[in-house]
C-alpha cells in the first residue's frame, strides 16, 4: 500500500469522519467559561462564583494565554477578558476572535470585557473591538449573572442550530436506509479525490461491489428481510475499511468504495477483505437467515495519470461484470489503462 496522509475526502461541508460524522455538540453539558486576568485574586473570586453557578471555568492569566485557548477547536464560547493583560489586551484578543470568527464553519465566542474605565470613547473602543458587552469594575455578582444570561441563551441557540444542520447534513449526504454516503455524496468524494490524486501524485484505488442474487433475496425472504440484509451488509463493509476510505451506496445493492493512496494490490485486497466479511457468516432476520455473497470489480488510477470520474467507474464496472461472468462471488481487477468496451446488460 502506498502511503497516505490520513484526510477524510467528504462532500463538501460534511464533517471530518470518513464514514462517520462528528456534530456539534453542546447538549445538556455545562456552559465553559473562560477567565483571562492577570490579577490572581480577581480570577480566583470569579472562578468560585461561576463555578457555583453551574459553569465550567478555564482560567488564564494573560491576553496571549486566553488567545491560545480560544483557538482551539472545543474552546469556550462564553469569556470574560481583563481590559489590561500581559500580553494582548482584552480587545486585542476580541479582535482576534472576531477576524477568526469570519472563517466558514467557525462558532461563535460571547465576550464580556472587564473594565476600570468608564469613558464613553473607552467603552465604544471596545464594543468596537468586537466585545458583546462590559462591565466596568468593581462590580456586583448579581450585575456579572445579568450580563452572562444573555450570553450563555446566545451560545446555547447557536448549538442547537448548529445541530440542526449537522443533521439536515446528514439527511442530504447519507443514504437513510445503509448510513453509508448516497450517490451524490460519494460521487463528490470520488471527483475530490481524483483531484487530489493528481495533484499530489498518488494512486487512487476504485471498487463496485454488487450483491449477488439480491433480487431472489427479496422474492424469497421479502423486501423487509431484504432491507435488514443491505443494512447488515453495509455495517460489515464500513467496518473493513480504513477510517479514510469512503463507501457509498451506488445503486440498490450496489455499492461504490474510494481507496486514497492504494494502488493494485492493496485494492484487491481490501475488496477480497470486504467480500470474505460480508460472506463470513448468514444475516438473521425475521423472516428467516440468510446467507448473501457479493462480487467486486477493482481498479486504481496511477500515480500520474488523469481521469474523470465516469472513466474510473467504467472500469471498475468492466471488472465488476466480469465478476458475475467468472461465477460471482469474487473481485476482479481491471487495470485503468486497458481498453474499455461498451457492456450490455
Request: overall charge neutral; proline content about 5%.
Amino acid at each position: 500500500m502506498v502511503a497516505d496522509r490520513r484526510i477524510v475526502q467528504t462532500p463538501e461541508g460534511v464533517p471530518d469522519g470518513g464514514n462517520r460524522l462528528a456534530p456539534h455538540n453542546m447538549g445538556a453539558t455545562a456552559v465553559q467559561v473562560l477567565i483571562a486576568d492577570d490579577s490572581p485574586v480577581s480570577r480566583r473570586l470569579l472562578e468560585a462564583v461561576l463555578r457555583n453557578w453551574g459553569y465550567q471555568v478555564i482560567t488564564v492569566a494573560s491576553g496571549t494565554e486566553a488567545w491560545e485557548v480560544l483557538q482551539r477547536r472545543d474552546s469556550p464560547r462564553l469569556a470574560i477578558l481583563d481590559w489590561m493583560m500581559p500580553g494582548l489586551s482584552g480587545p486585542e484578543v476580541c479582535s482576534l476572535v472576531r477576524a477568526r470568527q469570519d472563517q466558514p464553519g467557525s462558532v461563535y465566542t460571547y465576550i464580556i470585557l472587564l473594565t476600570s474605565r468608564n469613558e464613553k470613547d473607552d467603552l465604544i473602543a471596545g464594543m468596537e473591538a468586537g466585545a458583546d458587552d462590559y462591565l466596568v469594575k468593581p462590580f456586583d455578582n448579581s450585575e456579572l449573572k445579568v450580563r452572562l444570561g444573555p450570553g450563555r441563551r446566545i451560545v446555547q441557540l447557536q448549538a442547537q442550530l448548529l445541530e440542526a444542520h449537522d443533521a439536515l447534513r446528514e439527511q442530504a449526504t447519507r443514504d437513510a436506509l445503509t448510513r453509508l454516503w448516497n450517490r451524490h455524496a460519494i460521487w463528490e468524494i470520488l471527483t475530490r479525490e481524483l483531484s487530489r490524486s493528481q495533484r499530489e501524485g498518488i494512486p487512487l484505488g476504485l471498487v463496485l461491489g454488487d450483491l449477488d442474487h439480491f433480487k431472489l433475496v427479496n422474492d424469497t425472504y421479502g423486501h423487509i428481510a431484504g432491507d435488514a440484509v443491505l443494512r447488515e451488509v453495509s455495517a460489515r463493509l464500513a467496518a473493513s475499511i480504513r477510517s479514510y476510505d469512503a463507501a457509498g451506496r451506488y445503486g440498490g445493492e450496489e455499492f461504490l468504495i474510494v481507496l486514497p493512496g492504494c494502488d493494485e494490490a492493496s485494492v484487491v485486497q481490501t475488496a477480497d477483505r470486504i467480500r470474505t466479511q460480508i460472506s463470513a457468516r448468514p444475516v438473521p432476520t425475521q423472516d428467516g437467515v440468510v446467507s448473501i455473497t457479493a462480487s467486486f470489480g477493482a481498479t486504481a488510477l496511477p500515480k500520474g495519470s488523469l481521469a474523470a470520474p465516469e472513466n474510473l467507474v467504467r472500469a471498475a464496472d468492466v471488472a465488476l461484470y466480469k465478476a458475475k461472468q467468472a461465477g460471482r462471488d469474487r473481485t476482479v481487477w481491471q487495470p485503468f489503462s486497458t481498453p474499455l468496451t461498451n457492456i450490455a446488460g
